[in-house]
């Protein structure tokens, strides 16, 4: 008899995810089986569920911040086995054969498979995942501590590269969720000073940042002490790519970390000229993921997270939406 497995099931764009029995997955060729322990909650499962991004799997299983135990091997695995302690990110598996593939640009290539939107991910029980894109977990950190590293963290560090900052410059953040809060331990390690915008009115996010350590937070809408060097827009709004290029310094980067992001708004050029530039961010390679997850120790990382049984994880989407935490949230399985 199949085994089956409890999973929280998105079946069409818009949904609210509904608990369900489904078959418990067989690894194929490659492909290890985790049994899930924890999952971060991400942006991007909220912008997957209300079909901001188009043409998931349905019915989908969201999650791709997935730390576990392998479970089980498919055929020809040999880079883990059974009772390893493994985590699985975005980045499902690439095609190792297109233009970008082949140019040492995994993350943007023509055929890829992402978790939790054209694959299933964590919010459930048990998943598979190529054996090539599973990453040992890293010492030092629980389980639900180190879920939001995988996306947040990750995607995060890809950002903070594009920054290219040195110590002693001025890193804006806007935006101050999961990502924000990993990414300015990263930076003041590197001694960057870190500036942080919320939401206007949010003051719980502002004392977040200033708790972390950051040298300024203040509404989305103001003017830093400083100008900035760099800055990283985490929150989905285009806006805020116009607002970063008035508070930043000649030859500035604005990096946009986020997968999906509203209309930018016509600004007048002088706001770009000077060597500004715009740079967006997509998705991660695996030696964004294998540096990261060697780097988060040693300053170390700690990130704060908000627990949910895997049952509410259509309450802990809501919550990101309206941003009624601080942090990242994690389901338990
Ligand atoms: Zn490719
Ligand atoms: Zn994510």
Redesign the pocket.
């Given at each position: 008899m199949k085994r089956s497995m409890r999973a929280m099931v998105l079946t069409a764009p818009g949904a609210t995810l509904e608990e369900r029995k489904v078959l418990r997955p067989e690894p194929g060729t490659g492909q290890v089986r985790i049994k899930v322990s924890a999952c971060g909650v991400c942006r991007t499962d909220l912008h997957v569920r209300d079909g901001d991004l188009e043409n998931a799997k349905l019915p989908l299983i969201l999650g791709h911040e997935i730390v576990g135990t392998v479970d089980a091997l498919g055929a020809d695995v040999s880079l883990h086995k059974p009772g390893d302690r493994v985590c699985v990110p975005w980045l499902g598996s690439?095609?190792?054969?297109?233009?970008?593939?082949?140019s040492n640009r995994?993350n943007?290539?023509?055929?890829?498979l992402f978790t939790g939107y054209t694959v299933d991910g964590g919010f459930a029980e048990y998943t598979v995942a190529d054996q090539n894109y599973v990453f040992k977990a890293p010492e030092g950190y629980s389980d639900v501590e180190l879920a939001p590293l995988l996306c947040a963290g990750l995607i995060g560090w890809r950002s903070f590269k594009f920054a290219d900052l040195k110590a002693g410059q001025n890193l804006g953040i806007y935006g101050f969720g999961a990502a924000a809060h990993i990414i300015t331990q990263v930076a003041l390690y590197k001694q960057i000073k870190v500036f942080a915008f919320t939401r206007p009115g949010d003051l719980a996010a502002r004392e977040f940042a200033l708790g972390l350590g950051a040298a300024f937070a203040g509404g989305s809408d103001e003017e830093p002490p400083e100008k900035l060097d760099a800055a990283i827009i985490f929150a989905p709004v285009g806006d805020l790519v116009v607002q970063a290029l008035k508070c930043s310094r000649r030859g500035a980067v604005i990096v946009c970390g986020g997968i999906h992001m509203s209309d930018i708004p016509a600004f007048p050029y002088h706001l770009l000229w000077n060597e500004r530039r715009i740079q967006s961010v997509a998705n991660l390679t695996r030696e964004d993921a294998e540096e990261f997850l060697a780097l988060a120790p040693v300053i170390p990382v700690k990130t704060s997270t908000i627990e949910y049984p895997l049952i509410r994880a259509a309450e802990a989407l809501d919550d990101l939406s309206h941003g009624r935490f601080s942090g990242a949230a994690v389901l338990l399985i």
């Open positions: 690439t095609c190792n054969n297109c233009f970008y593939c082949l995994e943007l290539c023509e055929h890829p």
